[in-house]
Each structure stands twice: as structure tokens, then as C-alpha cells.
């Protein structure tokens, strides 16, 4: 690559390329695959709920004119997760980028937290996200290169009351992303974070019940406004392309401002 022959527009291409986005029916998982089929990929919808995950790959297909596929799949259970890859590379023939978006939130004060919803919420956030990395990094490795976003959150960095299963996983997301991003840099593969902040998504759509805590929340960040949808996609089609090829062990926060106070 040279300064004169490198076009920076054509670094965020993915034209000729795969992605898979798991968590993918729905709220950023949905919006980061149209952008990454907006860019050229082929892309791979995921969710538990196969007929979801069809409805949303036609959507985007018809959006795009991009192949994109919906996959049923537990991102928690260890077949489910080695099926979702071996069907994606066998009809999609490769895999150039990992979205793990997949997650949960439940909120309660840590003492009346009952432990079967904290192991939950760390089995979808973090032993999801794992399994996903285990069988990237092997189809990675073999391709001598590609990325993995690691979806994150704000709260990656900073606590929230009554966040304690949810800032715990998010955080152990950072720790996963830095130790694969040294194991996959002698293959050429990366791996990075995408942290948001505050979007108006189904995982949020609860607090609208309680106006004065959403104003608390978004009075955190600077811009003091929900992130919309769209807002997410620039972010992640940088980290699963080229113009981030520099960028590995990384953690890009997209979150109005609210770890900059």
C-alpha cells in the first residue's frame, strides 16, 4: 500500500467480502449489517430466532442488492455456534469480519440480584462473544486475515448502579478483545471494540417508563441525546474494514461524550 495509489474511500469497500453479525435481527445488531451490506459485503444475520433473522436478511438483501443469509443460533450454546460459522463459510465461502453484538441487560441492585439472571447476562455478553471469537480466529488464521468487533459498551469503562452483571460483562469484553488482538497479529487478523453509548434500542426501551431516569442517563453524555440507529454503522464498517488496518487491541467509544467527563 502506498500513499499515492490508496484511495480512502475505497478502504471502507467490502466489496467481495463476508460479515457475520450476531444479535443481528434487531436494534444495532440490524443496523451495523445493513451498513456493512450498504459497503458491498455479503452478509450473515444471526439470532435465536431463525424466522427473525430470514425477515432481516431479505430486508437487506432487497435494501442492497448484497447476499445476505439469516442463521438460527444460541451464540451461548457451543454447536449451535460451530454450526452458525461452518454454514456461513459454506454458503458464503469465507469470513472477513465478526460483528458480536448479541447481548442482554437486566437491572437490579446487586442485592437483589438474583444469580441465575447474573450468570445470564455473562453467559450471552461474554462466553457468546468467546465462543464467537474461538471460531473466527480459527477460519482467521487459516485466511491470514480479517476483523473482529467486539461490541462493547460505554459502560465497558465506567459503572452504572444497578449495572453490576452488565458492567461486569462489558468490561471482561475489553480484556478478551486486547488478548485475542496479540493472538491473531502474527495471521494478520484483528480484533477491536466498538463501545456505544446510550441508543434507543429494545434493551433500552424499559427506562422509557421512568422519564426522569432517562433524563439522568442522557444528561451523562455530552451531547444529551439518544444515539439513533444509523449513528452506529460509520463506527463499525471502520473497525471491519481496511481503514482500520492499523487498529488492533483497540477500543472505540461511541458514546455522545459520556467517558470524556
Not at 455456534?81 to 442482554?104: C, H, P, Q, W, Y
Not at 461474554?126 to 471469537?133: H, M, N, S
Not at 449495572?163 to 480484533?191: D, H, N, V
Not at 451531547?223 to 492499523?246: H, K, M, Q, T, V
Request: aromatic residues 4%; glycine residues 10%.
Amino acid at each position: 500500500m502506498t500513499e499515492e495509489s490508496t484511495n480512502v474511500m475505497e478502504q471502507f469497500r467490502l466489496d467481495g467480502r463476508v460479515a457475520l453479525v450476531t444479535g443481528g435481527s434487531k436494534g444495532l445488531g440490524k443496523s451495523m449489517g445493513l451498513g456493512l451490506a450498504q459497503a458491498g459485503a455479503s452478509v450473515a444475520v444471526c439470532s435465536r430466532h431463525g424466522d427473525e433473522a430470514q425477515a432481516v436478511a431479505e430486508e437487506i438483501a432487497s435494501a442492497t442488492g448484497q447476499k445476505c443469509i439469516g442463521v438460527e443460533a444460541d451464540v451461548t450454546k457451543e454447536d449451535d455456534v460451530k454450526s452458525l460459522f461452518a454454514k456461513v463459510t459454506d454458503e458464503l465461502g469465507r469470513l472477513d469480519a465478526l460483528i458480536n453484538s448479541a447481548g442482554m441487560n437486566i437491572r437490579h441492585p446487586i442485592d437483589e440480584f438474583p444469580l441465575e439472571e447474573f450468570r445470564q447476562i455473562l453467559d450471552v455478553n461474554l462466553t457468546g462473544t468467546w465462543l464467537c471469537c474461538r471460531e473466527a480466529a480459527a477460519i482467521m488464521k487459516k485466511q491470514k486475515g480479517g476483523s473482529i468487533v467486539n461490541v462493547g459498551s460505554c459502560l465497558s469503562a465506567i459503572g452504572l448502579a444497578e449495572r453490576t452483571a452488565y458492567c461486569s460483562s462489558k468490561a471482561a469484553i475489553l480484556g478478551l478483545t486486547k488478548t485475542l488482538a496479540l493472538e491473531l497479529a502474527p495471521f494478520g487478523a484483528r480484533c477491536n471494540a466498538l463501545c456505544p453509548g446510550p441508543f434507543l434500542t429494545e434493551i433500552n426501551t424499559a427506562l422509557l417508563k421512568e422519564p426522569e431516569k432517562v433524563k439522568a442517563l442522557l444528561a451523562l453524555t455530552a451531547l444529551n441525546r439518544w444515539a439513533e440507529l444509523p449513528e452506529i454503522r460509520g463506527a463499525a464498517l471502520f473497525l471491519a474494514s481496511d481503514a482500520s488496518s492499523y487498529m488492533t487491541g483497540a477500543a472505540l467509544y461511541l458514546d455522545g461524550g459520556w467517558t470524556a467527563q
